[in-house]
């Protein structure tokens, strides 16, 4: 099977970089390589490939830079995604792609299904919005996960940003008021390698089996209880306080939705996977911090 996964270098695609090189020929693409907004280099880069399965783990992912960067944040993630269902369809190849809970407005308060209504707050949202509804009109054969709080060893994000912050203060102040569902991004490459296996029959995709999933790790927190929690395992908690915090407090460019908590029960009826309870995902991450994980 030829594979091609884009977006090699992020949180996310270098967990997958690792899993799928197991499953194929793998080619694996990052931004230095090939930057997604110019598209028709990237078409004619696809079809000399010749996948048999895509994998797209790139994505303008900044929230807030998005606000003055629509026209980047469109190309990545939705005119991209869009093409690469097409060149999908084209083949007879299988998707895979990764959206986010930002395409809710928070306004709920029991979880997000794949059939909740969708209204995003910002650009990013939007974006990532439009490049599911892309891949689903295309006639491809595909599967989309929509994921919530990805964190890592490694790059930019919350995880990372506390840890930091955490050596040079004796306060966070973080806020309390936006719910969401903390996602290890390993325990996500790892349930997308799952559902790969159970996705093919003979060598056959099952198409039954395609379509929109939430893939997010099972309970729920608020960025406050996360950090908390962080601190704590980190070992920190007796010389670091974190205290709660209003959105209103600390605001941002973009809001972002106060509940965005994603139910994952289609994965497990379809697929039987169930990713852990959020804490449990960061105690592995910080337990496989130590060893490069
Ligand atoms: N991070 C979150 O909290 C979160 C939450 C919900 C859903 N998601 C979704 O989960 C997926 C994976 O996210 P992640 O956190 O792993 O993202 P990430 O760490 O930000 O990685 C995204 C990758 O996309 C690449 N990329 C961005 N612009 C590009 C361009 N113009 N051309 C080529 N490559 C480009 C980046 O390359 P460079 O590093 O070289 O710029 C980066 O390696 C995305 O679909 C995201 O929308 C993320």
Request: glycine share 8%; proline share 4%.
């Amino acid at each position: 099977m030829n594979i091609l996964l884009f977006g090699a270098n992020g949180q996310l695609g270098t967990k997958l970089k690792d899993l799928l090189s197991s499953k194929g020929a793998l080619r694996s693409v990052g931004s230095d390589d090939l930057d997604l907004r110019d598209l028709s280099v990237m078409r004619a880069f696809i079809r000399e490939v010749r996948p048999d399965l895509i994998v797209n783990a790139a994505a303008y992912t900044d929230v807030d830079a998005a606000e003055n960067d629509a026209e980047s944040a469109r190309l990545v993630n939705a005119e991209a995604p869009r093409i690469m269902a097409e060149c999908a369809k084209d083949r007879h190849a299988l998707l895979v792609h990764y959206s986010t809970d930002y395409v809710f407005d928070g306004g709920a308060r029991e979880p997000y299904s794949e059939t909740s209504p969708t209204s995003p707050l910002g650009v990013y949202g939007t974006s990532k919005l439009a490049g599911e509804l892309a891949i689903a009109s295309s006639g491809a054969a595909y599967l989309t996960l929509r994921t919530a709080w990805l964190y890592s060893n490694r790059g930019k994000n919350f995880l990372n940003t506390m840890l930091r912050l955490a050596t040079e203060r004796d306060e966070l102040r973080v806020v309390d008021d936006q719910v969401g569902c903390p996602t290890y991004s390993d325990l996500l490459a790892e349930a997308t390698i799952t559902m790969l296996d159970g996705l093919y029959a003979n060598g056959a995709v099952r198409h039954e089996r395609c379509g929109l999933y939430h893939a997010a790790c099972a309970g729920q927190t608020s960025w406050h209880g996360f950090a908390k929690k962080i601190i704590e395992h980190a070992g920190y908690a007796n010389r670091v306080h974190v205290t709660p915090i209003t959105t209103a407090e600390y605001p941002t460019p973009v809001q972002r939705p106060a509940y965005s908590v994603l139910s994952s029960e289609k994965l497990a009826r379809v697929f039987g996977i169930r990713l852990p309870d959020w804490e449990a995902g960061l105690r592995r991450c910080l337990s496989e911090r130590g060893n490069g994980g």
